[in-house]
């Protein structure tokens, strides 16, 4: 697994999602598993989303798999937004480093074949997220009104 962005983290919070990321792909239960994870801020995943996905301004995660069809296991990167996980995570009340490994939960489990754009996908993908987080030691994501909508390529 490959984390770039270190600038925007400290070093022992990259460690620390690192970890988090192979004991979520562990629960997920889909290896062998090759994740690159980049960490980025608002203009970097501003980029993404309008280059990629067509959609301009910054989003929390944004998901590309590169898995061979008929390959076992996960393989892709992940996009964070360092900026938008500080800034929720001051809203709902809880630390940044929980709100970006939601995010990186979230991506894995596109990676994984979820999907959250009908209401019943979302709440079984939703589920899906406490259920991983739960098993790899981190608190469960607080409640969310108005969350932006999460789109991956």
Do not use: K, N
Request: hydrophobic letters at 45%; glycine letters at 10%; charged letters at 25%.
């Amino acid at each position: 697994m490959a984390v770039a962005g270190r600038r925007l983290v400290p070093a022992a919070d990259v460690r620390w999602l690192e970890g988090v990321i192979r004991r979520a792909v562990a629960v997920i239960g889909r290896t062998p598993a090759e994740i690159s994870v980049q960490l980025l801020d608002d203009a970097g995943i501003a980029d993404l989303h309008a280059r990629w996905l067509g959609v301009p301004g910054p989003t929390d995660v944004i998901t590309f798999d590169l898995a061979d069809p008929g390959c076992p296991g996960l393989r892709g990167d992940i996009a964070l937004s360092v900026e938008t996980a500080r800034r929720m995570a001051a809203d709902v009340g809880w630390d940044a480093r929980h709100e970006l490994a939601y995010y990186a939960v979230h991506g894995l489990l596109h990676l994984a074949g979820e999907d959250d754009h009908a209401a019943a996908d979302r709440r079984r993908m939703r589920a899906r997220e406490r259920e991983v987080l739960g098993a790899a030691g981190l608190p469960c994501p607080p409640s969310r009104r108005s969350r932006p909508s999460r789109r991956t390529p």
